[in-house]
């Protein structure tokens, strides 16, 4: 793996309730990436980021924000998840534009 | 809006067959990425394919890049159990944001021995 870690790796939650994931890298990418990947839909951009305190939405990013203070850490939270937030999350990381993207190994996260 | 179509979705073989696995589009791409995602791990990149004609072998696996830049195609020879998993193509349109990959939904691939 490219020094990429996602915590937690499993979760179970009810609706209602706050959930933040983090992601952290050793890399020093300048770029990382919040997906969630479903049955069907493959893998969606939820939320992205091209430096400290610089994000920008993806593809599926209602319900869903972000933060990063620091290079090395990129936390998604859902405020109030949903049963619909039920899937698996996968953190990924690039040095720049145009780059292939490393993967964390994923959190599974179900709300009940 | 799916930009990448992959096919087949699923496929099922056996030990020592060959296969090929396709991803289409209708827009120009700069580039092409192939990733490999085994159950429990996140994708892991196989190869990136640029140039249109391009031919990258890795092993048993063969990637080409359209000459227009608008297909790939992943040929597996010989495959084998440890070919298993999800295949997945994506890559960046010439006409969007170089920031964001488009993914194509995966083709899963089951070898059995």
């Known amino acids: 793996d490219a020094g990429i870690t996602q915590s937690p790796r499993h979760k179970v939650t009810e609706t209602g309730t706050p959930v933040t994931l983090r992601c952290h890298q050793t890399?020093?990418?300048?770029?990382m990436y919040w997906y969630r990947q479903d049955p069907g839909h493959g893998l969606r951009l939820i939320h992205y980021?091209?430096?400290?305190?610089?994000?920008d939405k993806g593809e599926v990013s209602d319900g869903y924000s972000v933060s990063r203070s620091k290079t090395e850490d990129f936390l998604l939270t859902l405020e109030s998840a949903t049963s619909s937030q039920t899937s698996v999350y996968f953190c990924?990381?690039?040095?720049?534009?145009?780059?292939?993207?490393?993967f964390g190994d994923g959190t599974r996260l179900s709300i009940l | 809006t799916q930009l990448l179509e992959q096919s087949p979705q699923f496929l099922s073989i056996q030990e020592g067959e060959n296969l090929t696995v396709y991803c289409n589009s209708s827009?120009?791409?700069?580039?092409l990425q192939w990733y490999r995602q085994e159950p429990g791990e996140g994708p892991v990149l196989l190869v990136t394919?640029?140039?249109g004609g391009e031919v990258k072998k890795l092993k048993r696996l063969t990637f080409q890049f359209g000459d227009a830049r608008k297909d790939s195609s992943l040929h597996i020879t010989a495959a084998q159990p440890g070919d298993t998993g999800l295949y997945l193509c994506?890559?960046?349109?010439?006409?969007?944001?170089?920031?964001?990959?488009?993914w194509g939904l995966g083709t899963s691939l089951a070898v059995n021995p």
């Open positions: 994506a890559g960046f349109p010439r006409a969007g944001n170089n920031r964001k990959l488009i």
């Open positions: 827009s120009v791409f700069s580039s």
């Open positions: 394919v640029v140039t």
């Open positions: 890399e020093n990418h300048r770029y």
């Open positions: 980021s091209y430096g400290v305190k610089d994000t």
């Open positions: 990924a990381i690039t040095q720049g534009q145009d780059q292939p993207q490393h």
